[in-house]
């Protein structure tokens, strides 16, 4: 008999119940879901709320992004102006410290053209020999600042045993000459502060030439300099056109000293008379000029024989120098001739003279002695005005300095009457009157050279006994034994026979 249908669909077993026949069977439910239009509408709107909010977050995150891109792009050209800025306060202290460091150069430069400038200077006005000057300059100049150095003085003659001078000269020194104005001749512009600038010289087509004139203020020459390097620096040609300007006021007092020079010592050689020969007292007398200064002028010495056969010798010092001091020695010795032709007394003489320079001349002093010879008589008679003494060697080469006090000097404005001092002379006797240039030294005063000078007498040989002009050289040649002199020199010698 056929099962019931409810027994047919229970399971005859538990575990037969459990597990399914077929696979199939078992993933395919036994009521499917129905899904409606609503939930699909539902479920896409859903979605779309949900897309919505992640473009909103999509949005938002751009922004942030699109907000940081900017911040770092600023960011950025900061640090890139940071860096520019450095860069140029790095490239502005480079170009301090090369400021500063041409300025220094500048001023060393600057410091070294001055430096030598005074010195140079300072050589070449410390001489008044023009030769001196001229030789000196080139010897300043090169190498450092010149190759070659020419000096053409317009009116310049040769001295005696001297060569020709040149006569080629450059065309840029003539062009000087004539205008005036400082030349530079090369291949290329100089570019130099108030200099010209001219062709290369045919003489020197290689070499750059410098012509400066040499004013002061009359044109007396030219100075041609070659260029030590390629060129001339301008700051360096400046300090040698103001060297220039300084050796031409050199040259020009030099030249004004001797022809000043010249003039005064003329003029004072002209008023040195000769010695007149005597009978009872030979006579020599030496004059040797100021070798430096202006010392010209001052010293002089005469001899004359007086009415009754008597000698009257006679030296002096005038105070001042050059033309002055030359014209009044000249007036002393006239005014000392004349009062001499009245009275043969040395102190009666000096006292005339002292009252004459008091009322015609206030301003000028002199110191003098006279010593007077008289035939047959054996005493020296002499009186002196502010002069250094006189030595007397005696025939057996005793030596003694007539060291009685002298009276004031000549003009002094004081009211004073000089005294007459007398010493027995021996036959053969040997006077020597003289000026303080012929004993008396800076470094030592008068008294070691009088000492010298009477050791020197009392040296003389019997040679130089015989002649008095012997005797003269034999007694210069110690005492002037160094060529420089600061004052002029006079010896007188007066032997007795």
Same mark, same amino acid.
């Given at each position: 008999m056929p099962a019931h249908p409810a027994e047919a669909a229970t399971p005859a077993h538990p575990a037969d119940a459990a597990m399914p026949a077929h696979p199939a069977e078992a993933a395919t439910p036994a009521h499917p879901a129905k899904v409606t239009t609503d939930d699909l509408a539902e479920a896409v709107l859903a979605c779309? @709320?949900?897309?919505?909010?992640?473009?909103?977050?999509?949005?938002? *995150?751009?922004?942030?992004?699109?907000?940081?891109?900017? @911040?770092?792009?600023?960011?950025?050209?900061?640090? &890139?102006? &940071?860096?520019?800025?450095?860069?140029? %306060?790095?490239?502005? *202290?480079?170009?301090?410290?090369? %400021? @500063?460091?041409?300025?220094?150069?500048?001023?060393?430069?600057?410091?070294?053209?001055?430096?030598?400038?005074?010195?140079?200077?300072?050589?070449?006005?410390? +001489?008044?020999?023009?030769?001196?000057? =001229?030789?000196?300059?080139?010897?300043?100049?090169i190498p450092d600042y010149a190759a070659e150095a020419d000096i053409w003085l317009f009116d310049e003659e040769p001295g005696e045993g001297q060569a020709p001078r040149r006569t080629d000269r450059p065309a840029a020194a003539v062009t000087a000459a004539r205008t005036g104005r400082p030349q530079h001749a090369a291949p290329h512009p100089g570019g130099l502060p108030g200099v010209d600038d001219l062709p290369p010289s045919v003489l020197f087509p290689d070499r750059p030439l410098l012509c400066i004139p040499l004013t002061a203020p009359r044109l007396l020459g030219v100075l041609t300099l070659t260029a030590p390097g390629p060129r001339f620096d301008p700051d360096t040609a400046v300090m040698l056109m103001e060297l220039a300007g300084r050796l031409a006021i050199a040259l020009d007092h030099a030249r004004r000293y001797e022809q000043h020079r010249d003039v005064a010592e003329a003029l004072q050689r002209a008023q040195l008379t000769e010695l007149p020969l005597t009978e009872g007292v030979d006579l020599a007398a030496r004059y040797l000029p100021a070798t430096r200064g202006l010392n010209i002028g001052g010293d002089w010495y005469d001899a004359f024989v007086q009415p009754d056969g008597s000698v009257l010798a006679v030296i002096g010092d005038v105070t001042g120098h050059g033309l002055n001091a030359a014209v009044m020695m000249g007036q002393l010795r006239t005014a000392l001739r004349a009062y001499a032709v009245e009275d043969d007394?040395?102190?009666?003489?000096?006292?005339?003279?002292?009252?004459? &320079?008091?009322?015609? *001349?206030?301003? =000028?002093?002199?110191?003098?002695?006279?010593?007077?010879?008289?035939?047959?008589?054996?005493?020296?008679?002499?009186? %002196?005005?502010?002069?250094?003494?006189?030595?007397?060697? +005696?025939?057996? /080469?005793?030596?003694?300095?007539?060291?009685?006090?002298?009276?004031?000097?000549?003009?002094?404005?004081?009211?004073?009457?000089?005294?007459?001092?007398?010493?027995? =002379?021996?036959? /053969? +006797?040997?006077? %020597?009157?003289?000026?303080?240039? &012929?004993? @008396?030294?800076?470094?030592?005063?008068?008294?070691? /050279?009088?000492?010298?000078l009477a050791q020197a007498m009392g040296a003389l040989s019997g040679a130089d006994l015989e002649d008095l002009d012997a005797s003269a050289e034999a007694l210069l040649k110690p005492l002037l034994h160094d060529s420089e002199r600061d004052d002029d020199v006079c010896l007188l010698l007066c032997r007795t026979r």
């Open positions: 779309a @709320e949900d897309t919505a909010a992640l473009l909103d977050l999509l949005a938002e *995150q751009e922004e942030l992004v699109r907000f940081h891109r900017e @911040e770092l792009h600023q960011t950025n050209q900061g640090v &890139l102006a &940071l860096h520019a800025e450095l860069e140029a %306060a790095v490239q502005a *202290q480079h170009d301090l410290l090369d %400021a @500063e460091r041409a300025a220094r150069a500048d001023a060393e430069k600057s410091r070294r053209l001055l430096t030598f400038l005074a010195d140079a200077s300072a050589a070449v006005t410390a +001489s008044l020999d023009p030769e001196d000057i =001229l030789r000196r300059l080139p010897e300043l100049l007394s040395p102190a009666r003489i000096l006292t005339r003279l002292h009252h004459m &320079l008091c009322h015609q *001349q206030p301003t =000028l002093y002199a110191t003098a002695v006279i010593a007077r010879f008289r035939p047959g008589d054996p005493t020296l008679v002499w009186a %002196a005005a502010g002069h250094p003494p006189a030595v007397v060697r +005696s025939p057996d /080469g005793t030596v003694r300095v007539l060291d009685a006090r002298p009276g004031i000097m000549l003009g002094v404005p004081l009211p004073f009457t000089y005294e007459d001092h007398t010493l027995p =002379l021996h036959p /053969g +006797s040997t006077v %020597a009157l003289y000026t303080d240039g &012929l004993v @008396e030294r800076r470094s030592q005063g008068i008294d070691p /050279g009088i000492e010298r």
